[in-house]
């Protein structure tokens, strides 16, 4: 998964402009969405979400938590 800034968005865009988050998904595969500057969700286009679990043997908390400790190095940067 790839983060870049043009797949940040504010909590607020996200709650007031959901379909524009949406497209962006639809274009880039994700959106992390920021609380108080910070990552806190990851909106993930299904497929991709399927694509990297296999949902037969995972639930959603696992897959969330491998996604995550895969990108962690992303993730911090971006916190800073």
């Given at each position: 998964m790839?983060?870049?800034v043009e797949n940040l968005v504010s909590i607020s865009e996200a709650n007031?402009?959901?379909s524009r988050i949406a497209?962006?998904?639809d274009e880039?595969?994700?959106?992390v969405i920021l609380k108080n500057n910070a990552p806190r969700y990851v909106l993930l286009d299904y497929g991709l979400?399927?694509?990297n679990?296999?949902?037969?043997d995972e639930s959603v908390d696992a897959v969330a938590r491998r996604i995550l400790a895969e990108h962690i190095k992303a993730f911090e940067e971006l916190v800073k």
């Open positions: 790839n983060i870049n007031q402009n959901f497209r962006l998904v880039h595969g994700t959106a979400f399927h694509k679990a296999d949902a037969d």
